[in-house]
């Protein structure tokens, strides 16, 4: 077990996409494409969607969104974590401890401090 937390979920998520599995990464395309057509009264959109793989409906992958998105990618970051550590740069700040908002970032978006 790790101490992963959403906010670093996110991060890995955001910035080492290239990290995830295929089945993964057809489960976050999913959940994006469902977010977009949310509300949207189009089927045809949607039949697009499920043919261009925008959309899926092979359980294996739902099963990966079963627990919802958050846990998802907990989940994610757990796995790339756990086996790849050394690939992740978690851009922390020296003075409060706390994640910049990008890896490149030199400056925290909390206290300030600034590394250039
Ligand atoms: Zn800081």
Sequence with gaps: MT???IEKADYIIAYYRDLLTLPEMKALRHHVSTLKLEGVDKPGLTRMYLKTGWLTDD???LNYLGEGYIQFILNCAE???CETPEK???N???NCGKLARIPQAKQCRFC???WH
């Design 79 to 81: 796995r790339i974590l």
């Design 59 to 61: 359980p294996l992958i």
């Design 3 to 5: 101490d992963i937390t």
């Design 88 to 90: 992740i740069f978690f």
């Design 92 to 94: 922390l700040c020296l």
């Design 112 to 114: 300030g401090e600034d």
